[in-house]
């Protein structure tokens, strides 16, 4: 089982970025799908997650500007971002709860966001 990130980039501030996770594999069921982030030299946070009926959490910085959702009949997530900011720039990772014989928590590569000017 793998999960894909895709759609990361550079941007200038204001702008909107797409990214899209595709998990890809032999698994019977998916729970709960979240992106994470990571800028350089600070610790790994939390930016948004969605269960399987589609309640949502976020990231209180991200709130109104970041957009989670899933799509279960093609096992993907996306984070639509708008708005960035600068301090928004990180490597953003997804990560899933996926069940192959016993649930476990997998995660995607990291696809960079860059926001600057």
């Known amino acids: 089982v793998q999960l894909q990130a895709s759609g990361g980039g550079l941007v200038q501030p204001g702008g909107s970025l797409r990214l899209s996770c595709l998990v890809s594999g032999s698994f019977s069921d998916i729970g709960v799908m979240l992106w994470y982030r990571q800028a350089p030299g600070k610790q790994r946070e939390m930016v948004a997650t969605?269960?399987?009926?589609?309640?949502?959490e976020y990231l209180d910085s991200v709130k109104g500007r970041f957009t989670i959702s899933r799509d279960n009949a093609k096992n993907t997530v996306d984070l639509q971002m708008i708005g960035l900011k600068p301090e928004d720039t990180a490597v953003y990772y997804c990560?899933?709860?996926?069940?192959?014989?016993?649930?476990?928590?997998?995660w995607g590569q990291g696809t960079q966001v860059t926001v600057s000017s």
């Open positions: 990560a899933a709860q996926i069940k192959s014989g016993v649930w476990r928590a997998l």
């Open positions: 969605i269960k399987t009926r589609g309640e949502t």
